[in-house]
């Protein structure tokens, strides 16, 4: 079995792919998460229907994230 | 009476139907989850109306869960 | 008086039908819960105003119920 | 003062409507709740601007109730 | 400094408008409430954009509560 | 560093603009708050895109908080 | 491994760019916050897709926080 978490931990340092709540998509490196799922991406890039932008370091919160993937 | 997370833990190494409160589907077989219902799945494959995804290993954040049964 | 805990454990083992807050009703054997009201049903089908879909065993989770009668 | 959890006892027994959040009325006797709002109706009557629904005995999960009065 | 808690109390057995989320106003006496801001009006009256209507004694859930005025 | 809730304590008599969730804007003179950032106004004007409202003494409920800024 | 609370404290004293749950955008000078993730901002500027708006110092709560980014 393996625990959200410790997946999370295995994630550490790789390029992730995250969607959040309201559609956003947010690619990077994950550096480093806590117990709420709140994030921290470097190199982010994000993307909306609209619009890709590069974002540099990025704190996002847990409680609107809905998936996490390998990139 | 099977105790909710009773179920998850029988469908532990199943391909597993997840439907998200975003209305997305994804299908891949479960290999973790949390108290919190933050489940692991690998192999997933994610669908919404307008698309099919292969997603690989994925964290799903247990809040946005609506319901999971077996594939 | 009735708690809702205990009207819930009257209807283990009957069917039950089930409004979720996206209007999705299912409909199914009552055959777990806990105090979140997270629920376990058998020989599921789920019914929009679009689908008719049987689906077997089914998690449900609680946050997402909003009425639960017998059928 | 009249505490609201005191309110609902008062209620116990007599017919009641309730509005939920979806907008759904629901007609019928109190015959339980607990710490969280949630209520046991018997012979309930649901009416949405479509529809009158009969369904007996239901089960409503406080975290959905908007306000609850005498009929 | 008047705590929120304190202006409900001062607030008792006096006409208050009462503004829920989902745009719904009601207008009556509080005459109770608790730690959640759960509230009892008595002699309410409901306003919505198309409809006025009398409730007599009500219990509304404080989850769904923005605003309290004095009428 | 200045913690979010002693800059509640500095704006404590002053006129605030009050942003909520549902887009609504309030100005008025703090006089209280709690630690959930339940808000106590008074001289309230509430301001839609429809409408201004003069409201005196408010209670606002923290969940429904946007922002919080000197008028 | 950079703990979410730890990039916070680094992003003391310099421009952030915050994107809330409703789609605004802040940009301010970040000089507090605590553990909920609510913020304040000083020399703040808000952009919707209508405005810019000079706010000053502004109290944003925590749980509208979608993603905070270095300027």
Known sequence: ????MN???????K????LLKD??????KL????DYM?????????RTPELVRRLG???LRGNNVVRISLK
Chains 1, 2, 3, 4, 5, 6, 7 share one sequence.
């Not at 997946?7 to 340092?13: A, D, F, I």
């Not at 390029?15 to 995250?18: G, H, Y």
């Not at 550096?31 to 806590?34: F, K």
Request: glycine share 6%.
């Open 1 to 4: 079995m393996t625990m959200p």
């Open 7 to 13: 997946l999370l931990e295995q994630m550490l340092n």
């Open 15 to 18: 390029r992730i792919t995250l």
């Open 23 to 28: 559609n956003r998509e947010l690619e990077g």
């Open 31 to 34: 550096v480093g998460y806590d």
């Open 38 to 46: 709140n994030l921290v991406l470097e190199d982010t890039e994000e």
């Open 57 to 59: 370091t990025v704190v």
